[in-house]
């Protein structure tokens, strides 16, 4: 990569020049525009060292040292408007693929992804369908802060005008498709089409091999591609559809008999006019380890009818959280999507979007409503907490319609808010908005900032542990039931950045001292075979022992709850660094464990808003000094509280020793790695005590290191009112991440890290209304992960676990509802549970107060749960994936299963028991695979309804039904 500045030569820079002056004159379908003679800036530079370039040079700079403003800009004569596209000729020897920023006229496409070439003296081209104004365009090829960079740019070849091929018709091979990552034509299994098939899709190319076909679509609107492939490992593997750069889905294809059997998968893709990419990659999150065949792609046959709203929304409202007033409806039509929100005339009406972006950058953002008459209707736009302005939407007299404005947005995950605040007379109806250039959001489990990396994936000369689901073995409790253990000096793990980092978290595990107290211990990081840091791990926060609910104590043996997390800034290093974890000669554990790593790019800290919040400084609160803290920053919290504002927390650690309570504020750190509230001596945490609170941007890391119900903190917990938000938190070390009673209604929790509790990660617990938690990762609990408990008869009423990630639930359940009314587990990713556990589990288990009975429909919708399920060591009973448990009273109200995917279970996939009865039971469009008992295992009495429900790999057979239970077969069931 070039990366050396140099004097331009003279005919350079009359060329550039003369491009600056004279437009740089193209027409449709023209030869390349050489990037030497574009418009550069922000570090871009000429440069020739490296052969194979067309014209006189080609465009270097695009250096770490340049990210945020290296650009190279050409001018594009377009005869008339209209679809067309552009051809990027570049070279990548990093052997990862990078990302630029592509921008029309000005406006960001799309990031494009640039595959990798063999050397940087070999040049490859990425072709890219854009739209063109008539007359002069300008087409900029810029790195953006949320890009990759550290590229070479050679030429940009444009088609524009409004003419567009035929659409691409019949089988595209894909041995004639473009590879990268290693992945590699081959024909040693028989039965492919054409002249061969793609493999290289193996571990040692995860986060690297794709395969991009190109296809041209008439006409804008939806499609789809059928995928030809073999899968002869026995197990569904995955791999992730891209669509023109940006990911559509990860796909799940199934096993086929063996590896010269091919089968097919179809998946719907939406196609932009003109050329479009279809790529399949394997990602880091993928399984890989597939053969590709072709693909037959169907593009749409007609124009799609236009937008009515006009305009394409990212984001719908009727997905969206609303609290305070608003409700679906669907009674005006014309709107987009499945419905609309109505109701927000109330102040504290809102309704709240999470938008994934990928920098950080004001974003144009449009708001599509109706008015019922001609009045104009005003709402107040908040983005991460932060009011923006009034928003004053014209009258529509009862049209859909679309209004513009802009929106300050951070990278990665922000809630866009909605509220009717005073002045405000809410008077709209809400179809949804459109935020131009964010990034779709996970379809399923949490959008997170990081990028994960499994250490037995790596590179290693040391020894990988597993795959085992015994209890109490290390690697029972480590992601997939696989890790690494380094136990001699020299041994290391290593794995490629695909994205640039600064910052690391690991999960590891080193040995219990004697006492049971813990102990420190180093190990060495590098970054291309350079010492960056030593990290210091320590056992304390890990390492329990005996029975429930455990002891830190080693004498009462029975030793689990190995991992531990730590998280450390690395300084900034680029996509393509070799990371490594080497046991050195003067790393003292005997051993240490490494399960994963997750790399991401911290943002600078936060500072105060201009108005409306108080520095905690400067009202006798004084972080670093190792001081309690905790009575100073509760009268901090009543001061500001007085003034009718917020309390600031500047970077730095504030000790606790006991609650800190809040009652309608708001409470704002610099940052989760910036901010830590820091407990001490199991105690320590943030209480709610009522009204309308904030949290934000902060950790709460706590000082518990074994289970104690009485007498510790949880992280978070207590009565939080109306209409409260809690965004942006890591909790780690405390009895609970986090516990939320009654009569909080409406709270929004979005974007928490829980890591490392004793007992639950949330709960959700008597009587709480419309609370939802989404886009949060919960890892490594005592107990189970996500939960929602309805104790002593008082309801849980509308809440909701949407878009979470869960892994290794230690103990107990990944998601469990315990009676309620109309609650949901919906488009979750829950991972890997360990002891007495189910992925999911529907229940009326009596924890010694009789929780409420189960009302109105619960839901369990869109969730994928793989290796989950557990031996109950008390009851000597095997519990399924999925576990609808009537225990003290019957499930009558309904339950709704559907589009869950249940993956290799421990043992049964379903499980319904037991001495109660369950009726109103409905599966649908269920794929239970790979099973180490029965596909469903019923022994309960009542019925339920099943239509869709696949069964596959099973060990026990497809169905075991005792109890009486009446099985209501549908349409579409397989495999029992």
Request: proline share 4%; hydrophobic share 35%.
């Amino acid at each position: 990569m070039s990366s050396r500045i140099r004097l331009l030569a003279l005919p350079v820079v009359l060329a550039l020049i003369c491009s600056v002056l004279l437009g740089q004159s193209a027409h449709a379908a023209s030869g390349p525009l050489e990037a030497e003679s574009a418009t550069l800036s922000g570090g871009a530079v000429v440069a020739t060292d490296h052969s194979g370039f067309t014209g006189t040079g080609f465009v270097g700079g695009y250096t770490d040292a340049n990210k945020g403003t290296a650009s190279t800009k050409f001018a594009v004569q377009a005869d008339s408007a209209g679809a067309g596209s552009v051809k990027i000729r570049y070279a990548n020897g990093t052997t990862a693929t990078m990302t630029l920023s592509l921008y029309v006229n000005g406006t960001k496409v799309r990031q494009v992804s640039l595959a990798a070439t063999a050397t940087w003296d070999t040049w490859s081209t990425d072709d890219e369908s854009v739209t063109f104004a008539k007359g002069v365009n300008t087409v900029a090829l810029t790195f953006d802060s949320g890009d990759s960079g550290n590229v070479n740019l050679d030429s940009l070849a444009t088609t524009s005008g409004s003419t567009t091929p035929p659409a691409t018709t019949g089988t595209l091979e894909a041995e004639s498709a473009a590879l990268s990552g290693g992945a590699v034509v081959a024909s040693d299994h028989s039965g492919f089409t054409g002249t061969g098939f793609v493999s290289g899709y193996t571990d040692s190319n995860k986060g690297t091999a794709s395969t991009k076909f190109a296809v041209q679509s008439a006409f804008d609107g939806p499609g789809s591609v059928s995928i030809r492939y073999s899968n002869g490992t026995g197990v569904p593997m995955t791999l992730s559809l891209y669509v023109n750069g940006s990911k559509s889905v990860q796909l799940t294809l199934a096993g086929t008999a063996n590896w010269d059997t091919w089968a097919t998968h179809d998946e719907s893709v939406t196609f932009a006019k003109g050329a479009d990419t279809v790529a399949l990659n394997f990602d880091s999150s993928d399984s890989g380890n597939v053969n590709l065949d072709s693909i037959v792609p169907t593009t749409p046959t007609s124009e799609a009818p236009p937008d009515n709203p006009p305009g394409n929304l990212t984001h719908q409202a009727e997905t969206a959280f609303f609290s305070g007033g608003p409700g679906v409806s669907t009674s005006v039509p014309g709107y987009a999507g499945s419905g609309y929100l109505t109701g927000f005339t109330g102040t504290g009406s809102r309704a709240v979007f999470s938008v994934d972006t990928p920098s950080a950058a004001t974003y144009p953002l449009a708001v599509q409503y109706r008015t019922a008459d001609a009045g104009a209707a005003t709402i107040t736009l908040s983005s991460n907490g932060d009011t923006i302005r009034q928003l004053t939407l014209p009258g529509t007299a009862g049209a859909w319609a679309s209004a513009s404005t802009t929106v300050p947005l951070r990278a990665d995950l922000n809630t866009l808010t909605l509220r009717t605040e005073s002045g405000d007379n809410g008077k709209l109806d809400l179809d949804g908005i459109a935020v131009t250039s964010s990034t779709p959001n996970a379809t399923r489990g949490a959008t997170v900032p990081y990028t994960t990396y499994e250490m037995e994936n790596g590179t290693t000369n040391a020894t990988v542990i597993g795959p085992d689901r015994t209890f109490l073995t290390m690697a029972s409790e480590a992601s997939g039931r696989k890790a690494v253990t380094l136990s001699q000096t020299g041994q290391y793990v290593q794995f490629t950045l695909t994205k640039p980092a600064n910052a690391l978290t690991l999960r590891y595990s080193i040995q219990d001292s004697s006492d049971g107290s813990g102990i420190t211990a180093p190990l060495g990081l590098y970054a291309n075979g350079n010492h960056v840091q030593d990290l210091s791990l320590t056992s304390k926060y890990s390492w329990v022992y005996g029975a429930y609910p455990y002891t830190g104590a080693p004498s009462a043996g029975s030793p689990h709850h190995f991992f531990d997390d730590t998280h450390v800034l690395i300084g900034n290093l680029p996509a393509g660094t070799v990371l490594k974890f080497q046991k050195d000669a003067t790393d003292t554990a005997a051993s240490y464990t490494l399960d994963l790593a997750e790399t991401e790019t911290v943002a600078p800290d936060q500072v105060m808003p201009s108005s409306g919040f108080v520095s905690a400084t400067t009202l006798g609160v004084t972080p670093n000094d190792g001081s309690d803290d905790t009575a100073a920053l509760n009268s901090a919290v009543s001061t500001v509280k007085s003034q009718g504002k917020g309390l600031w927390l500047p970077a730095g650690t504030y000790n606790i020793s006991a609650h800190v309570n809040l009652s309608g504020i708001a409470l704002r750190g610099a940052g989760e790695w910036s901010t830590v509230l820091k407990g001490l001596n199991g105690k320590g945490g943030l209480l709610g005590v009522g009204g309308t609170n904030s949290i934000q941007d902060l950790t709460v890391s706590g000082d518990v290191t074994y289970r104690d119900d009485q007498n510790f903190d949880t992280g978070i917990e207590g009565n939080f009112g109306n209409g409260s938000t809690i965004q942006d938190v890591w909790i780690e070390h405390t009895k609970t991440g986090l516990w939320i009673d009654a009569p909080t209604n409406g709270l929004f929790v979005s974007g928490l890290r829980i890591r490392d509790t004793m007992a639950d990660g949330v709960n959700l617990h008597k009587g709480t209304v419309d609370v939802q938690v989404s886009d949060s990762s919960v890892r490594n609990t005592g107990d189970d992960a996500l939960a929602m408990y309805s104790e002593a008869g008082v309801a849980n009423v509308g809440d909701a676990f949407r878009f979470d990630t869960v892994q290794l639930p230690l103990l107990a359940n990944a998601a469990a509802i315990y009676g309620g009314t109309a609650n949901k587990i919906e488009d979750n990713l829950l991972s890997d549970t360990v002891d007495a556990s189910a992925g999911i589990a529907i229940s009326t288990r009596n924890f010694g107060s009789t929780e409420a009975p189960f009302s109105g429909t619960t839901s369990v919708q869109r969730n994928t749960l793989e290796r989950t399920g557990g031996f109950e060591p008390n009851w000597k009973t095997n519990f399924g994936a999925l576990w609808i448990y009537a225990d003290t009273s019957d499930i009558t109200a309904p339950v709704l299963v559907k589009d869950v995917d249940i993956l290799d279970s421990t043992f049964s996939g379903v499980l319904v028991s037991f001495q109660k009865t369950v009726t109103n039971l409905s599966l649908q469009n269920v794929k239970i695979a790979n099973t180490g008992s029965y596909g469903i295992e019923i022994n309960s009495a009542g019925s339920g309804s099943f239509s869709g429900v696949a069964v596959g790999g099973t060990t026990s057979g497809g169905l075991n039904l005792a109890g009486g239970f009446s099985v209501i077969r549908g349409t579409g069931n397989s495999g029992w």
